[in-house]
C-alpha cells in the first residue's frame, strides 16, 4: 500500500531535473479527500474559480454587446457579436498551444499557472472598464491568460499521480466537478448584478450609474478570479513537487517559441478567414486524421505511435465537443422558442437550462469517480470510454428528434431538453476528465503543455464547427429541425462505430501502460 500511494514507480520518474526538493513527502500524495494527493484540492479550487470568472464573463459576453448603448451595452449587431464570440471562445482555448509550449520550455506549469492567473484578472478588471477599446483588450487579456493557466492547471493534476496510479482518472473526475461549481454558480451571480431591476435600484441608491451594472457583471469576474489566485498561492506549497521549470540545462527555445507564436496567429486568422472561405476548414479538419496516419502506420518509434493515439482522440473530441456545445446555440433557441419553461407549475428563464449541464456533472462527477474506482484495474480503456461518450452524444441528439416532430403540436416539456442534456453529461464524463487524464499520461514528458495545448485546441475547433452547424437551425418547421438533429445523431452514430472497431489498434498505439489497466492481463 505504502508503495502505491507513496512513491512513484521506477518507470515512470521524471528525467532528471535540479529538483530542490527531491525527497518528496508521503503527504503530498495522499492527505486530500477522498484519499488523494492533497495538491488536488489547491487545484480544485483555484480551477473553480478560474472557470467561475471564465463562464461568468461568458455569460454576460453576448447579452451586453447586443445591448443597446441607452442600456449600457455596446449596440453591436447580433451577426457582428456572434462573431466575435465565437471567436474570442475559440481564441482563448487556441492560446492553450502558445500556453503549454511556454510552460514546457520555459517557466514550468506551476508558474504558468500563477503568470495566466493575473493576467486573466487584468483581464476581467479591464472588463469592467467602460469603453469599447478596454472592452477588446480585456477580451485579450481573458484569452491570452487562459491560454497559460488552462493546459497548465491539467498538466498539474496530472503530475499529482504516477500514470499506472488507479486513482489518476478519479481524481480528474473530482477536478472536472470544481471546474462546475465554478461553472454553474457564476451565471447566476454576474447575471443578477448585470441584468437584474434589484442591483440597478442598489447602484442608484449608492449613488453610482445603474446602466455600469454589466461592469459590475465583469467585475465580479475578477474578484472571482482573485480569490483563485489567493487560494492558488496560499497553498502552492502543496504542490512544490511538481510542474517545475525546466532545468537550467535544457536551452531556451526561443526560435521555435517565435514559430509557434506564429503558427498559432496563423491557424488564428485562417480559422476566422474559414468563415468567408469555407474550403480553409475543410483544409484544417482533414489535418489530424492525416496525422493519424502518418504517426500510426509510417513511422515505428513507441513515441510516435502515442502520438498517432492523441490525435484519434483529438478527433472524437472535435465532433464531441461540435454537437456538446450547441448548449449555447441550437438547443438555447429550442428551448427558448419551442419549450415550456415550467416546471411544475413554476415558471423559469429559458437561460437557466444553461446551468443544467453543470447541475448534471456536480453530481455525476463523484459517482464516476467512485466508478473508475471500484473497477479499479478492471476499468475500460480509455478508447473504449471515449467511444463510449460518443454513443451518449449521439443518443442525446436522437432524442430531439421526437422532440422536434412534437413541437408540431405547440411547445414541448421541458424534461426532454432535461433528458438531452444528462445523456450529455454522461457522455462528457466518460470523455472529457478522461481525455484530460490521458492527455498528461500519454505526452511524452518534455511535451506535456503542448499535448495539453492540442487537448484544447480540439474544444476549440468544435467550438467553431458548433457555430457552423448551428446556422442550419430552424425554429419553424419540425420536419426540417428533426431532420437537423436526426443526420447530426447518425454521423456521431458511424463516427462511434469506428472508434469502438479501432479501440485494439489505439489500445496497441498507446503500449501497455497507458490504455487503461485489463489488457496486459487478459491478452495472450
Ligand atoms: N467545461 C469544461 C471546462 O470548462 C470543458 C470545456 C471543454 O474542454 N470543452 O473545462
Known sequence: MENLTGKRPMSTLPRPTPDPTPHIPEVMHTGGIGGHPKGLSNLFFAEMWERFSYYGMRALLMLFMVAPVAMGGLGFEQKHAA?????????????????????????????AVLVGG????AGHYTLALNSVWSFYTGLILV?????????????????????????????????????????FAAPLVTGWL??????????????????????????SAGVGMTFGMWVYVRRINWIKHIGDAPSAAHRRPWLKLCFVFLGTALLLTLMILSDTYTWIAYLIYALPPLAVIYFGLFRQDEESRRIAAIFVFFIAAVLFWAVFEQAGSSLTLFADELTRNEIWGKAFPSAWFQSVNSLFVMALAPVFAWLWIKFGTRQPSVPFKFALGLVFLGLSFLLMVPASQFTAAGKVSPWWLIAVYFLQTLGEMCLSPVGLSTMTKLAPERLTGLIMGIWFLATSLGNKLAGDLAGDFSSKDPAALSHFFSIQAMIVGGMTLLLFALVPWVKKLMGPHHHGHEAAHHHG
Not at 498551444?97 to 506551476?110: K, P, V
Not at 499506472?164 to 470544481?178: E, N, V
Not at 448585470?194 to 467585475?219: K, T
Request: proline letters at 2%; aromatic letters at 16%; one cysteine or more.
Open 118 to 121: 493575473f493576467i486573466i484578472t
Open 194 to 219: 448585470a441584468q437584474s431591476e434589484e442591483f440597478r435600484a442598489q447602484l442608484i441608491q449608492w449613488g453610482l450609474d445603474p446602466l455600469h451594472a454589466w461592469h459590475w457583471g465583469f467585475g
Open 143 to 183: 484569452a491570452l491568460g487562459t491560454g497559460l493557466l488552462k493546459p497548465s492547471i491539467s498538466t498539474l493534476v496530472g503530475g499529482l499521480y504516477s500514470t499506472k496510479d488507479q486513482r489518476r482518472d478519479a481524481g480528474f473526475s473530482l477536478f472536472y466537478m470544481g471546474i462546475n461549481i465554478g461553472a
Open 83 to 111: 462573431q466575435v464570440y465565437g471567436n474570442y471562445t475559440m481564441a482563448s482555448y487556441m492560446m492553450c498551444i502558445l500556453g503549454g509550449f511556454i510552460a514546457d520550455n520555459f517557466i514550468g506549469a506551476r508558474r
